[in-house]
């Protein structure tokens, strides 16, 4: 329903798909997204979301940070 196996084929494939597909076209409503400290970011999703478990906790920002350091 939201990625086409025949074209995803790959993972990352398929996360470029996701503002996209319907389920999260409205990204760029949100206001956090917009902030002049996170806009530049908001463009590549998967540096604060992890794919199909995307609830990101807004009030832990010290906590993201270190989270998205430890996988960069």
Known sequence: MCHNPH?????KDALKSCADAGCHADWRSVDFHQGKAHRKGAENCA???TPHSARVDASDCV????NVRARA
């Open 63 to 66: 906590g993201c940070h270190q």
């Open 7 to 11: 074209v995803n084929v790959k993972p």
């Open 47 to 49: 540096t604060c979301h």
